[in-house]
Nanobody, 128 residues
Framework: QVQLVESGGGLVQAGGSLRLSCAASGRAFSMYGMGWFRQAPGKEREFVAAIRWRTGSTYYADSVKDRFTISRDTGNTVYLQMNSLKPEDTAIHYC??????????????????????WGQGTQVTVSS
């Protein structure tokens, strides 16, 4: 089992930036990929970005491409740099880990069912 703890959320004005962090512990060595998802009030949880752990390959939802960047360090932390934030980015942001290598398949990378460990979420609020 992998434990995930997110941090870095907060309140920011439109056009501003935030960086989210997600620290993994436990069986973090078993991660094949990590992802960020978000859920706005009254909406379903949606894919934001994912990264393959060993290659560093990254994938993004169209709505955040060119504004958000997912990255990882040499330890067990993944980041989501969010620039040019918009009010519609307001949501609880969750990080998630793939320990079954399902994100190897291109059609599974944005599927939340490919991720089997989840953090508790961090609130991002963008004011207009």
């Amino acid at each position: 089992q992998v434990q995930l703890v997110e941090s870095g959320g907060g309140l920011v004005q439109a056009g501003g930036s935030l960086r989210l962090s997600c620290a993994a512990s436990g069986r973090a060595f078993s991660m094949y990929g990590m992802g960020w998802f978000r859920q706005a009030p009254g909406k379903e949880r949606e894919f934001v970005a994912a990264i393959r752990w060993r290659t560093g390959s990254t994938y993004y939802a169209d709505s955040v491409k060119d504004r958000f960047t997912i990255s990882r360090d040499t330890g067990n932390t993944v980041y989501l740099q969010m620039n040019s934030l918009k009010p519609e980015d307001t949501a609880i942001h969750y990080c998630a880990a793939d320990t079954r290598d399902l994100t190897f398949y291109s059609n599974r990378r944005s599927d939340q069912r490919s991720f089997d460990s989840w953090g508790q979420g961090t609130q991002v609020t963008v004011s207009s």
